[in-house]
T-cell receptor
Framework: ETGVTQSPTHLIKTRGQQVTLRCSSQ?????VSWYQQALGQGPQFIFQ???????GRGNFPPRFSGLQFPNYSSELNVNALELDDSALYLC??????????????FGPGTRLTVT | DQQVKQNSPSLSVQEGRISILNCDYT??????FLWYKKYPAEGPTFLIS?????DKNEDGRFTVFLNKSAKHLSLHIVPSQPGDSAVYFC????????????FGTGTSLTVIP
């Protein structure tokens, strides 16, 4: 059973640029959630994808968008990068059933620095 | 608006003693709670969870207690081991808001050998 993987590990971008982060879900999971963790803070929910559709969104602007693919891997895209977007971006996969989403299994994260 | 709060940024405990990590929440609709452990340069690792229909859940050295009237949960680690040194996050979910999990800001636990 493979765990959640994310790429790249680190990334440096300039303000105004666009970035794409990638995530591969744990085997058997059908749901991917993305979180932003700023320094000294807990993870903040960006959005969740289930069966290739957005299935919930946190308080993030539309320039944060995502995709989920048929193999349940996912991308997080951020347009018009701002300095405050500098953070650790975490991907978490889980199994969503009729009772809701339970334990989420996190990847190691992508550290994004915007200069 | 921080709906899940961990008011102690850090905690130091002697090896073998009990570690108690606390978490408070404001949303009475939260129905599922989890604790995660995070080592540097790694993603959070699921530790233990509890449903709102229970007040206690135990898994080995780890026990989570839920006090719904006080909107408070705690994680007890007995006995504490040096390998338990990490940042601990509590998280909560409300079914009526979909599948969004709300995380606290974390408590850094140091277990002193």
């Amino acid at each position: 059973e493979t765990g959640v993987t994310q790429s790249p590990t680190h990334l440096i971008k300039t303000r105004g640029q666009q970035v794409t982060l990638r995530c591969s879900s744990q085997s058997g999971h059908n749901t991917v959630s993305w979180y932003q963790q700023a320094l000294g803070q807990g993870p903040q929910f960006i959005f969740q994808y289930y069966r290739e559709e957005e299935n919930g969104r946190g308080n993030f602007p539309p320039r944060f968008s995502g995709l989920q693919f048929p193999n349940y891997s996912s991308e997080l895209n951020v347009n018009a990068l701002e300095l405050d977007d500098s953070a650790l971006y975490l991907c978490a996969s889980s199994l969503l059933d009729g009772q809701g989403t339970y334990e989420q299994y996190f990847g190691p994260g992508t550290r994004l620095t915007v200069t | 608006d921080q709906q899940v709060k961990q008011n102690s940024p850090s905690l130091s405990v002697q090896e073998g003693r009990i570690s108690i990590l606390n978490c408070d929440y404001t949303n009475s609709m939260f129905d599922y709670f989890l604790w995660y452990k995070k080592y540097p340069a790694e993603g959070p690792t699921f530790l233990i969870s509890i449903s709102s229909i229970k007040d206690k859940n135990e898994d080995g050295r780890f026990t989570v207690f839920l006090n719904k009237s006080a909107k408070h949960l705690s994680l007890h680690i007995v006995p504490s081991q040096p390998g338990d040194s990490a940042v601990y996050f509590c998280a909560a979910r409300a079914t009526n808001t979909g599948n969004q999990f709300y995380f606290g800001t974390g408590t850094s636990l140091t277990v002193i050998p």
